[in-house]
């Protein structure tokens, strides 16, 4: 489900929680719930699963998310990842130099990198 809570008041939220996570345990099913809104869900979720923008993908148990505060652990991920993306970037206006393609014509090389 993706972002089903979006339009909701905190009331009906938690009453549409609280039943979907009663159903899955008595039916034995997964209910995989996409968010980026993050509240609410330390006592709800059994399993985090965290796709990063390089596509690698990490599922963490929440008893492995220290004091199961899924809120603050993702803030530190996503510092951490913006970052490192911006020490990359800068890194890369470094290393990329547009080489001429030889003689008298205006063609260059993309992207090559020294």
């Not at 549409?16 to 993050?38: D, G």
Request: proline share 3%; charged share 25%; net charge negative.
């Amino acid at each position: 489900m993706d972002e089903i809570t979006v339009n909701l008041d905190v009331l009906v939220k938690t009453r549409l929680m609280n039943y979907l996570k009663n159903e899955s345990s008595e039916n034995n099913a997964c209910v995989v719930y996409v968010t980026h809104i993050f509240d609410g869900l330390n006592d709800w979720c059994t399993q985090l699963i965290y796709l990063k923008k390089n596509n690698q993908i990490f599922i963490h148990p929440i008893e492995c998310i220290p004091h199961k505060d899924i809120f603050k652990y993702l803030l530190g991920e996503f510092t951490n990842e913006y970052d490192q993306r911006e020490i990359e970037e800068e890194q890369n206006k470094r290393t990329i130099i547009r080489k001429n393609a030889g003689g008298y014509t205006p063609g260059v090389l993309h992207n090559f990198i020294v």
